[in-house]
């Protein structure tokens, strides 16, 4: 007498947890996988952009396999970048890359750290005049409610000595 064959999943058969973990990476694997692809194929499309800006400007060809070079060496590139990122925050034992990783990051280029540090501070002001704005707004609303509520109070008042 043969041995019965385990069905499939599909099949209507059981799997194992470990299978269908095994199964769920692969899941994983594959949409990260897919995400990848995407955003090579979005680097690859600015790359040749900007490389078809330069051509014009410069009266100059890329070719296909230059513009691929380029827009692999930039995909590398932001993916060391952002291992390093993810370091800098780490060894500050937090969880959150800041801007000041970002600047630690541009060290070596004294005009992009200038840059980053001018965009820095232009944001960090940007937000405290939402923040104050938001105060304002909050503070007009609440001196509203208490005046509103003031004259109902006093309307109250009227009303209970008249009777």
């Given at each position: 007498?043969?041995?019965?064959?385990?069905?499939?999943?599909?099949?209507?058969?059981?799997?194992?947890?470990?299978?269908?973990?095994?199964?769920?990476?692969?899941?994983?694997g594959?949409?990260?996988?897919?995400?990848?692809?995407?955003?090579?194929?979005?680097?690859?499309?600015?790359?040749?952009?900007?490389?078809?800006?330069?051509?014009?400007?410069?009266?100059?060809?890329?070719?296909?396999?230059?513009?691929?070079?380029?827009?692999?060496?930039t995909?590398?590139?932001?993916?060391?970048?952002a291992?390093?990122?993810?370091?800098?925050a780490?060894?500050?034992?937090?969880?959150t890359?800041t801007?000041?990783?970002?600047?630690?990051?541009?060290?070596?280029?004294?005009?992009?750290?200038k840059?980053?540090?001018?965009?820095?501070?232009?944001?960090?002001?940007?937000?405290?005049?939402?923040k104050?704005?938001?105060?304002?707004?909050?503070?007009?609303?609440?001196?509203?409610?208490?005046?509103?509520?003031?004259?109902?109070?006093?309307?109250?008042?009227?009303?209970?000595?008249?009777?």
């Amino acid at each position: 007498m043969a041995a019965a064959q385990p069905r499939p999943a599909a099949l209507g058969g059981k799997r194992s947890r470990a299978a269908e973990g095994g199964a769920m990476e692969a899941a994983g694997g594959e949409e990260r996988l897919l995400y990848t692809q995407r955003l090579k194929a979005a680097v690859h499309y600015t790359v040749g952009c900007l490389c078809q800006e330069v051509a014009e400007d410069k009266d100059v060809q890329f070719s296909k396999q230059t513009i691929a070079a380029i827009s692999e060496i930039t995909f590398r590139q932001c993916e060391n970048f952002a291992k390093d990122l993810e370091m800098f925050a780490r060894h500050a034992k937090r969880s959150t890359i800041t801007t000041e990783d970002v600047k630690l990051l541009a060290r070596r280029s004294s005009c992009l750290l200038k840059y980053i540090t001018e965009k820095s501070e232009e944001l960090a002001l940007n937000n405290m005049e939402q923040k104050e704005k938001k105060k304002k707004k909050f503070n007009a609303v609440k001196e509203g409610r208490t005046s509103g509520e003031h004259e109902a109070a006093v309307t109250e008042s009227e009303d209970y000595n008249i009777a």
